[in-house]
């Protein structure tokens, strides 16, 4: 009887485990699984500066975004400093992932 009290509690530990860390497997996005310009910004600015550089910018990109990533930079760097703030890439979020409602002005 005490190893089967044993073997369940363990079971219902690791259980609990399992659910509680869901939600830190999936922190880096809303919701609705979407990214958000904050955190992208706290997942790119590796260095903890509060600007993110252009290899900082193209970190763990896909190939797909790789393409075009020095062309969406520097639209984002709107005061040309060669560095983008979360305010600009806040200003620029839409722009830069190609929300469906507008048109973009990356893809001018």
């Not at 369940?8 to 869901?22: D, G, K, N, R």
């Not at 620029?92 to 048109?103: F, I, S, V």
């Amino acid at each position: 009887m005490p190893r089967l009290y044993f073997h369940s509690t363990i079971f219902c530990m690791v259980i609990s485990l399992h659910f509680m860390s869901t939600p830190v497997m999936s922190a880096d996005r809303n919701g609705d699984h979407k990214w958000t310009p904050t955190k992208m910004f706290e997942k790119k600015d590796t260095n903890k500066n509060g600007f993110l550089t252009l290899e900082e910018f193209k970190q763990g990109g896909s190939e797909k975004f790789l393409q075009n990533a020095e062309k969406r930079f520097s639209k984002l760097d709107t005061n040309h400093d060669d560095k983008v703030s979360l305010d600009e890439l806040k200003s620029g979020w839409a722009d830069m992932t190609r929300n469906k409602k507008k048109p973009s002005s990356l893809q001018k």
